[in-house]
């Protein structure tokens, strides 16, 4: 699929096909309207050409415009608790969480599964723990797939489109341009791998669900979302991930990526965590 056509985080959908493959072997007037975006093509009716399939059917997913109210009007008191959010969050490109913020925007599989390493305590693997980074792929094209119904409809703009500030993925910002807002698929994603990683590791829970709550944090660091998307996004998530347990494919990898945990613990790099862990401090 062009990348060109499609939001950054589809994108990375497509690409996490190879790897899910690979381990096997989404005055008292009216307030002012928010501008819309004009978006890529709906995938709310089928799936983009390269997407792989998930877990679930399209129509087995939860319903995000059912689900979810409008985003916050432009003049409401809801948009000023975004706005407000937007200033708390934002710090200068080249500090430790804005370049941490920038790293968890990263989807590309091979990356955005090392994301809760630290937080888990084990580096996810497509030859040692080929079942956990299946279940990671799978659900992923899952979660993200969620949030477009709510995108489509309401194609929200982003904080940097109308306040013009900098962004953590300056690369990606033509496609953000186009994407809608409402509800952060980034966030969504992070939630959804949290919760599913937490029941697999209930020991490291906490850590587990605050590294989940920083991952979609990190996109109010970077500009590119409101804190209503980003709460929206966990609310889909956990909307999805209470849908994948009742699939049984579902069910048993989440049963077999368990007893792969029991066996191979591959402990991420201690640097690499205390360098997260300064990142994801707010100083």
């Known amino acids: 699929m062009p990348e060109s056509r499609y939001p950054v985080y589809l994108a ?33 009716a089928k799936l983009p050409p390269g997407m792989p399939k998930g877990y679930l ?8 415009l ?27 490109p080249g500090s430790p969480r804005f370049v941490q913020a920038a790293s968890d925007a990263d989807l590309k599989p091979a990356h955005a599964f090392q994301a809760f390493a630290c937080a888990a305590g084990v580096t996810p693997d497509p030859k040692l723990t080929p079942v956990l980074y299946r279940l990671m792929g799978k659900a992923m094209i899952d979660v993200g797939l969620s949030t477009y119904k709510a995108k489509d409809h309401y194609r929200r703009a982003r904080p940097f489109v109308i306040h013009g500030d900098a962004t953590c993925s300056p690369q990606d910002e033509a496609v953000l341009r186009t994407d809608g807002s409402y509800p952060s698929g980034h966030s969504a994603l992070g939630w959804g791998w949290a919760l599913i990683l937490s029941e697999l ?65 591959n402990a991420p790099d201690a640097q690499a965590c205390r360098t997260e862990a300064a990142g994801l401090r707010l100083q």
């Open 57 to 64: 059917e399209l129509s087995q997913l939860p319903d995000s």
């Open 12 to 44: 990375a959908l497509g690409a996490a096909a190879i790897f899910v493959s690979a381990a096997a072997q989404v005055p008292e007037t009216d307030p002012p309207k928010q501008p819309a975006v004009s978006g890529p093509p709906s995938i709310t």
């Open 66 to 92: 059912a689900l979810l109210p409008a985003p916050p009007a432009a003049g409401s008191s809801a948009f000023a608790r975004d706005e407000e959010a937007s200033k708390t969050m934002a710090r200068p």
């Open 201 to 265: 590791i209930p020991e490291r829970a906490d850590a587990i669900l605050q590294r989940g709550r920083d991952f979609g944090d990190s996109r109010l660091v970077c500009n590119v979302h409101w804190a209503s998307d980003v709460d929206a996004g966990r609310l889909m998530a956990s909307a999805t991930v209470a849908r994948l347990h009742g699939a049984a494919e579902f069910r048993s990898d989440l049963a077999s990526a368990r007893a792969e945990l029991a066996k191979v613990r």
